[in-house]
């Protein structure tokens, strides 16, 4: 899902408004009582939660257990007020100059359901007569991040997890959770595991990582989470929110790790093979076309080219092909401007018929697990003379490509003038 569309997502705030009232006797002179040397200040504390419609569910802060302090302009604690509840209505303060100080009860720390506010007041002065009101706002100071699984992840994966990290800690939002998670203003790494359920009935996990660099205090994060079926991609992207600005920070399948362990059989497939080229030589022209057709990014290093039980080529370079891409090995530079890999004069294509494969290393390179292959000398296959023989779109399936029947001549002129669609979705056969 490569434009994630921008949701109407909520931020809030606290607007605390302390009403500071400073009254005093005429003067200090008037009589013995030292209360004539103070002023006196009542607070009236109004709270509105500011919410968008989508997120009207969310209940009012409450704010009892709020701490209030007074300090001095050279920010000594005049007076603290452990329950903004437990506050007097009248206040003895002296003139000079102040500012006020709230926060929430809780640690900004990380955790479920652990929004932390905190605001401070403008510096004032209070002299002998004034009534003034203070405005004070709470800003919720730690950064808000919500996970939110998509349909394509819901309804085929078996399981699926994502890990928001920072230096702080973690939190782990499950298959079920739905509740915000709460970090401090500070880098933010994402990994989310996703398992699906092969056909053989065993399963098979990859992930999705992402990170938020530079989070902002007062905001809330969106992971939305997507994974095609159909070709396998996978994407993570990060809707902000916030007054000023809005980003959209997008993570696609690039982002997504190699899961490590052998290929399984079928999760790679030959789709697409020239072995006798009419517009160069053989030796330049030949190559072949693997698809991977698994929901997982993998890494072909170490991955063994054989002819029939014949090892060939070991891949040596770590060349990673996503989830639904097609990608073209060759024996020569010219064979195609489509080529990303050269396996050389190690490995060639036999013009009357062969068995490619492609299996695991394993301990040596000759015992690895099989991942495919192609008989395309066997019954049904076409000839292929200046034309590659192409494996129906419908047929992209490990035993499904093993029969001649569901193979095909390509049909579309590519790069050196012969037939073939390197690097890209098949022709259609009619089967």
Known sequence: MKNQQIRNLERYAIVVCLSIFVQSCDSPLDGPDASDLYGSISVDLNVELKISESNAKISEVPTDDFKVEIRTADDLIYQTYDRLADM?????????????????????????????????????SLNYGDEKVIPVTAFMSNCMVSVVYLSSITDFYIDYSTSVSSVSGNLLFGKEEIRPGYFPAEPLEIVATLT???????????????????????????????????????????????????????????????????????????????????????TEGEWFEIYNASLQSIDLFQVVIKKGAEV??????????????????????????????????????????????????????????????????STGFPD?????????????????????????????IFDTGDLGTPGSMNDSCVL
């Not at 990170?211 to 997507?226: C, G």
């Not at 034309?387 to 579309?412: F, I, Q, R």
Request: proline share 6%; net charge negative.
């Open 384 to 412: 292929g003379n200046g034309a590659s023989l192409n494996l129906d779109p419908g047929a992209y399936d490990v035993e499904m490509a093993k029969s001649g029947t569901n193979w095909c001549l390509s049909t579309a």
């Open 312 to 377: 060939q080529h070991v891949i040596n370079e770590h060349i990673v092909i996503n989830p639904g891409e097609h990608f073209v090995l060759a024996r020569n530079i010219n064979a195609t401007v489509q080529a990303g890999y050269l396996y050389g004069s190690s490995f060639s294509l036999t013009n009357t018929g062969d068995e490619i494969g492609l299996a695991n290393y394993g301990d040596d390179g000759i015992n690895g697990s099989e991942i495919c292959y192609v008989n395309y000398g």
């Open 196 to 282: 699906f359920l092969n056909a053989d009935g065993t399963s098979t996990s990859k992930l999705i990582t992402g990170s938020i660099p530079s989070p902002q205090p007062q905001t809330h994060y969106q992971v939305n989470l997507d994974a095609g079926m159909v070709t396998g991609t996978g994407s993570l992207s990060v809707t902000v929110d916030e007054t000023l600005f809005s980003e959209v920070i997008h993570l696609t399948e690039e982002s997504m790790i190699p899961v490590e362990g052998p290929i399984l059989q079928g999760d790679l497939l030959i789709t697409e093979i020239m072995y006798n080229p009419g517009a160069i030589t053989d």
């Open 88 to 124: 007097p209505l009248t206040i003895p303060l002296e003139p000079g100059n102040y500012y006020i100080r709230v926060q929430s009860p809780n640690e900004n720390t990380v955790g479920f359901e652990n929004p932390f506010y905190e605001g401070v007041s403008d510096l004032f």
